[in-house]
């Protein structure tokens, strides 16, 4: 068994640009070896091949130096939540079966997962919204593995891929945008039905498949095929600034038409959590919620963004856990979480 | 019109025997002057007479030496219902018609109404569990008045009183008990109805019709006839201690069964109340309710008892805008009482 380390805070969650209402910028990469049937279809050998063909490549590329590369399969299950807990490894390959691991690059910024639907998925996250800058690391290191590996690739339709809603660019890039106002003003739907009709995708905090919480969603592409890298960062650069300034026109509305009551809720989410003494996940995520929205409609100057942001992983079970040193049942967690929050909030 | 200047601390909120759990004792005496008819049957020169000879007499009593004397009818509705807040007269006198009023004695813990459903209502309070000292202060007073005044008296009956269920003793005795154990662990129903077994009566905070908030509840005796008043007062402490002990072991079971819930329940309170902007009434006493338990379970010593039983009062609509200098709406409320029950707990 192979034991993940506590990491340290991922360089992504300190803010960034438009940081107060976008946490964070996310592209990844579908990329796949050729010659070799992709992960579903591979047996255990093809797969450790795959993985130490890959592991390989990583080690030796200029961009990936010094990262750490991790069997997820050697794991414990609390390791693989702890993973999934802070966007390095996706629920899938978490739960998938076989060699398989990620490679973690410095600050968490960049990663490759080994073996979850595709061979390779090159992953790079910028804090705020900076596509831009996380479509060029992305893109450096895709270069430099091509470079070493012989990637799965056709003239007509680009990247070969596992599920052909990848094939082409391979491309998925995602923001992560916390719409607090849209969602009290009870715009939201609106918003989203919008977003729906230009082609993209909304989706909860941990991706595909994953709920929305605490007023967090994930608007990322859905073709991949037939377009290029350029037109897929700039079509969601749009969409996300037109998104941000509704939510930031709902904000001004709301402190127009309601700011005492808006007050209200953000001062009593900070009292909350620097007196409760137990905590459910939800509740300390929909609180942390308020407070940045407090922030970032300048209600409230007493917390720091960056605080807030690792304070929204710190708070999930597996991180408590691995803060603890082991297993904790469901009562010990709200304990514990309350402890951390009440730590950050009291004074 | 006259104005009802704004009043000191009343002594009976700063805490006495049993003060955690027991509010207050009260004693109320109904006496009617001989001769004249009863308040309901009076017109308003009889009844300005009753004032005047009442007045009078209140004014020679050596136990009411520098009391106040209000002439109710003559004052605001904000300026009534602000007396009502304060236990002085009842919503019953504060809503009625006529010359009639209010003689306030020291610290507010005696006190004579005039011309509400009885000529005369003296009334005695202590702080805690004290009708001994309650029923000796009312006693005193009523002697004082019975040696001035022809008070209306059957060898009979008894006191002769407008409403037959005051009639005999003429005397109510309650105390204000704070029940918030027997609540959560859901036996309140239970020993409620103990209490109607034994002839006793419950009811919400300001007495009679008023609804149970902040769980709060006054118990008093509902027999005045063919009863002494030892007896009287006797089985009320005797239940009210049974009460008490039941409150108690009520608490010691939450504190071992549910020590965590409890302890988070009452510190959130206090953040809560530390932070609010905005807050209704109701809320707020139902905090300042679990912050008295936390204060009488032995979970927090930030507060203090006294503190607390005089913000029920203060967070009150009329003490709010008494203390605002003029009429407040709702939100302005809502503020206003934000403003002070931070002032208490913010850190």
Same mark, same amino acid.
Request: proline letters at 7%; charged letters at 30%.
């Given at each position: 068994m192979t034991s993940v380390p506590i990491l +340290? %805070?991922? +360089? =992504? @969650?300190e803010g960034g640009p438009e940081g107060s209402i976008v946490l964070s910028s996310r592209v990844r990469l579908a990329r796949n070896l050729r010659g070799h049937p992709f992960t579903h279809r591979a047996n255990p050998d093809e797969r450790a091949h795959v993985f130490e063909t890959t592991r390989e490549a990583i080690a030796a590329a200029p961009s990936l130096a010094g990262a750490e590369i991790v069997r997820v399969d050697r794991t414990s299950s609390l390791d693989r939540q702890y993973l999934v807990e802070r966007h390095l490894v996706s629920p899938d390959l978490a739960a998938g079966s076989g060699p398989r691991g990620i490679a973690i690059g410095d600050g968490e910024t960049t990663s490759v997962m080994i $073996?979850?639907?595709?061979?390779l998925r090159i992953q790079s996250v910028r804090a705020g919204l900076d596509l831009t800058e996380a479509w060029k690391r992305a893109d450096r290191i895709d270069d430099e593995l091509d470079a070493v590996l012989d990637l799965a690739y056709?003239?007509? =339709?680009g990247y070969l891929t596992a599920?052909?809603? $990848? #094939?082409? #660019?391979g491309l998925r890039a995602s923001v992560l945008i916390h719409l607090p106002a849209l969602m009290l003003t009870k715009q939201i739907s609106k918003v989203l039905r919008g977003i729906s009709q230009v082609g993209l995708a909304v989706r909860g905090m941990f991706g595909e498949g994953t709920e929305v919480m605490g007023n967090f969603f994930q608007i990322s592409n859905q073709t991949t095929l037939g377009t290029s890298e350029p037109d897929t960062l700039g079509s969601l650069d749009r969409v996300a600034r037109q998104i941000l300034d509704h939510e930031k026109s709902a904000t001004e509305v709301l402190l127009k038409n309601a700011r005492l009551q808006v007050e209200d809720k953000v001062f009593r989410a900070y009292g909350i959590l620097g007196e409760c003494r137990v905590i459910a996940s939800q509740e300390a995520l929909s609180l942390v919620s308020a407070l940045r929205f407090g922030l970032s409609a300048g @209600?409230? %100057?007493?917390? %720091?963004l960056g605080r807030l942001n690792r304070l929204m992983i710190e708070t999930l079970p597996a991180h408590l856990q691995k803060r603890a040193g082991g297993k904790l049942d469901q009562v010990e967690r709200d304990y514990r979480r309350a402890e951390l929050v009440r730590g950050v909030f009291s004074s």
């Open positions: +340290a %805070d991922p +360089a =992504w @969650l $073996n979850e639907e595709d061979h056709s003239k007509e =339709w599920c052909p809603t $990848n #094939t082409g #660019t @209600l409230i %100057d007493r917390v %720091d």
